[in-house]
C-alpha cells in the first residue's frame, strides 16, 4: 500500500516538479492541495486541479480559506495599516501561516503520513510552512 501525501500545490513549475518527482520517481500516493484565500478566479482552481491530475496525483483538493482569512489576519492588517518598512503589506507572510494551517488540517482529516510544498531554503516560506506543519502535525513528516 502506498504511503500517502499531502502536497501544497500552486500548479507552478515547483509544485508539478514535487508531483511528478514524488508519484513517479518515489512512488507516493499524492494528494494535492491549494488553499483559496481570495486570489484565484474559479477558472484557475480549475485550470490548477487539471494540471494536477495531468502530473498524476490521486486526488485534487481545494480549500476556500478566504473568510477565516480575511476575519482572522487581513483585516487587521488593514486597520493597522501594518506595513514593512512603511511600504511593503505584509499580506503575503500572513497568507503563508493560513495556507499552511489549512494544509495541515487537510492532512489530518485524510490520514497522511507525509507532507510535502515547493518552496525552498531561499525565503522565509519554506520557515512558514515548516514552523506551521511541526506545530499541528507534528505525526506528521515533512518533506520539501
Known sequence: MKKKVVLAYSGGLDTSFCCI???QDLGYEVH????????????ELNGVEERAYKMGVTSHH?????ENFYNTCIRFLIYGNVLKNNTYPLSVSAERVSQATAIANYAREIGAEF??????????????FDMIFNILVPEVQIMC
Not at 33 to 40: A, D, L, Y
Not at 62 to 66: I, S, Y
Request: aromatic share 6%.
Open 62 to 66: 481545494v480549500v476556500d480559506e478566504t
Open 21 to 23: 518527482y514524488l508519484t
Open 115 to 128: 507532507v510535502a510544498h515547493g518552496s525552498t531554503g531561499a525565503g522565509n516560506d519554506q520557515v512558514r
Open 32 to 43: 494535492s492541495v491549494i488553499v483559496n484565500t481570495g486570489g484565484f478566479s474559479e477558472e
